[in-house]
RNA sequence: GGCCCCAUCGUCUAGCGGUUAGGACAUCGGCCUCUCACGUCGGUAACACGGGUUCAAUUCCCGUUGGGGUCACCA
């Protein structure tokens, strides 16, 4: 068996979308196991929606999540240009072909009398109406615009077994003559994607499952083109968490994201997105953590799913943590400091609190940016501090037992957590105290907050000077 | 509405005629504990319904219901 080719083909009309992802994903991950080729084409058709910041936004997102192409643009490969309206003389080509093997015709009806033939009809037929096939057979060709219409057979079935739906077949009388070519000489999806997949030799088409429908009568153009037939994965759709389809405005309307740029600019590790979404729809036994390398391994399309399914944040949420945890404090601190950055602490690589600071708050984030949040009083002169935890916790019974943990710190040596460990808790033990009674109020006088890491290891990374001096200051 | 697809815990899913219907997230308890997490132990929770086929249906077939997709000179 030759080596598959397969693509994904994004029309630049906004961002990437998480779904977009999972479909560019899974071809990727099918040629990535099998030393297949991804190919990557724009389908720029659209005229009056796509816009090349859209390209650059979605090459963007395809580089960050790691989808590298091996033909496209800037790839280069065999069978470019890689972008529809550079291939204008293709389609031309090729549609000339299709009128002459029988397969589409020109039609001279003009979008104004179409319109009129359908409001012509009861109001509620008016979605029924079908090209009545009108210059199906007519054999002049005046000189006047027209487009290039498939000429579909009367009667029959077109059948064909789908990776993901199993056996298909859908009646030719369900489908109806469809524009293959506007009037300007610019194809539409249909034909456009066909001459491609033919041209740049895809054997293999997955996409979602709204091209479903597509798929017949673009069989019929293959066959009609003397082309072979590439096999069709129609991956089950991404759903947002209410069931409807994703759009960037549900998305906002149910609190998820949708353009793949939210991830990054959230702090998700590309590897947990790709784990996500390759899961969503797909599995392998009871695993639900995997390694980019483990996906391509493992990935196959037996278990791939064929039920639409919803979006949950939660999950996703979690996957997001389990990954940043797989990773060192070492790279979550070189992966952090953008983070922190944008908050406004601008913190060295080399500061030595960088490290152990990730390293406290690691089980405590799910992405990065609250991880950089939860970093916060590390690196800030002042920490910021919760008024309602102040209030709650820095007491005036509080107060004074502050003041003497800062004296009782300030004595340890060396400082580090074990030995304020020890410190802390024989003067505890002599003073009849117990942790409980002073964890919350120096928590917040050396955090601000009422939540944190462990006393002992906050007080570690903020060095002695920082940590009695926040705690004198909140006795004060 | 026509056409197409789909149907297992709230969610993502395993299951491919015979299982105490499994896992994960979420949720609820216990443990751990200076808070919050992490971790750990345990609980609640599903085969949409009705007919067939079969010795036996979650599993196969049909119907109903429900959900989704799609009906452009968009992709």
Request: net charge neutral; aromatic share 8%.
């Amino acid at each position: 068996m030759t080596r598959p080719r397969v693509r994904f083909a994004p029309s630049p009309t906004g961002y990437l979308h998480i779904g977009g992802a999972r479909t560019a994903l899974f071809n990727w991950l099918w040629a990535r196991k099998t030393g297949g080729t991804f190919i990557l084409r724009v389908e720029d058709t659209d005229q009056e929606r796509s816009t090349d910041e859209s390209v650059r936004v979605i090459f963007d997102s395809m580089r960050w999540l790691g989808l590298d192409w091996d033909e496209g643009p800037h790839a280069g490969g065999d069978c470019g240009p890689y972008f529809q309206m550079q291939r204008l003389d293709l389609y031309r080509e090729y549609a000339e072909k299709l009128i002459r093997a029988g397969a589409a015709y020109r039609c001279y009806c003009t979008r104004e009398e179409l319109e009129a033939q359908r409001n012509a009809l009861p109001e509620k037929k008016r979605a029924h109406w079908v090209y009545p096939g009108t210059c199906r057979e007519r054999r002049d060709e005046p000189d006047l615009p027209y487009v290039v219409r498939q000429k579909l057979p009367r009667g029959g079935a077109v059948a064909y077994t789908d990776l993901v739906c199993g056996a298909m077949s859908t009646p030719c009388d369900a489908m109806q003559d469809q524009v293959l070519m506007r009037s300007n000489g610019v194809p539409l999806y249909n034909f456009g994607a066909v001459v491609d997949d033919v041209t740049m030799g895809v054997t293999l088409v997955a996409r979602g499952k709204d091209h479903l429908i597509n798929t017949p009568p673009q069989i019929l153009l293959y066959r009609a083109l003397d082309a072979d037939v590439p096999q069709f994965a129609h991956l089950p759709m991404m759903l947002t968490p209410t069931g409807e389809k994703m759009s960037k405005r549900l998305g906002d309307q149910q609190g998820i994201d949708v353009p793949v740029g939210a991830y990054r600019e959230k702090g998700w590790l590309p590897d947990a997105v790709l784990n996500y979404i390759a899961r969503f729809g797909w599995s392998a036994g009871d695993q639900e953590i995997f390694s980019r390398e483990e996906l391509i391994e493992k990935f196959d399309w037996n278990h791939v799913g064929n039920h639409d399914g919803r979006y949950d944040k939660k999950k996703a949420l979690w996957v997001s943590a389990e990954h940043l945890r797989k990773r060192t404090d070492d790279e979550l601190a070189a992966m952090v400091l953008p983070f922190l950055a944008k908050r406004g602490l601008t913190v060295d690589a080399a500061d030595a609190r960088l490290v152990p600071a990730v390293h406290t708050v690691k089980p405590r984030a799910s992405t990065l940016v609250e991880m950089a949040d939860a970093m916060d009083y590390y690196f800030r002169d002042e920490p910021v501090v919760d008024a309602k935890a102040a209030e709650k916790f820095l007491t005036a019974d509080a107060k004074p037992k502050l003041a003497a943990l800062a004296d009782v710190v300030a004595a340890v040596e060396p400082f580090a957590e074990a030995e304020i460990h020890n410190a802390v808790e024989a003067w505890l033990a002599s003073q009849s105290l117990e942790i409980k009674h002073v964890a919350q109020p120096a928590r917040v006088a050396l955090t601000g907050r009422s939540a944190s890491p462990g006393l002992y290891e906050v007080m570690a990374v903020l060095g002695r000077d920082v940590t009695v001096a926040r705690l004198r200051k909140a006795s004060a």
